[in-house]
């Protein structure tokens, strides 16, 4: 059973720095082999798309509100994506989660939640004013 699992979250303060790191906690999901999405949803609003790239680093997508500030990678030979959040705001403050999907052929980064078969938990990042 596939299991990804989000980690760094936290509080920090406006104007700070976090970063999220995603993986397989078993071991059994190669994520090298799959694009990487981050999604987030604060209280009583809908999961917005964040960030994703594509297996290959070939291709990456931004949230408007992520571009200039957040940054997506991977390093497939520790199986892990990484997001670097920068310049944190108030707003940013929801249960951030990342997202996998199976996609070898095509260098794909997709920005919809239904494109993505594997989730994680999702840990919660707390921005304050």
């Known amino acids: 059973q596939v299991q990804l699992v989000e980690s760094g979250g936290g509080l920090v303060q406006a104007g700070g720095s976090l970063s999220l790191s995603c993986t397989d906690s078993?071991?059994?999901?190669?994520?090298?082999?799959?694009?990487v999405g981050w999604f987030r949803q604060a209280p009583g609003k809908e999961r917005e798309f964040v960030a994703a790239?594509?297996?290959?680093?070939?291709?990456?997508n931004y949230a408007d509100s992520a571009k200039g500030r957040f940054s997506i990678s991977r390093d497939n030979s520790k199986n892990t994506v990484v997001l670097q959040m920068n310049s944190l705001k108030p707003e940013d403050t929801a249960v951030y989660y990342c997202?996998?999907?199976?996609?070898?052929?095509?260098?794909?980064?997709?920005?919809?939640?239904?494109?993505?078969?594997?989730w994680g938990q999702g840990t919660q990042v707390t921005v304050s004013s």
């Open positions: 997202a996998a999907v199976y996609s070898p052929f095509v260098p794909t980064a997709p920005t919809t939640s239904d494109e993505y078969d594997y």
């Open positions: 078993r071991r059994t999901l190669s994520i090298s082999s799959r694009a």
């Open positions: 790239r594509s297996w290959d680093s070939r291709s990456t």
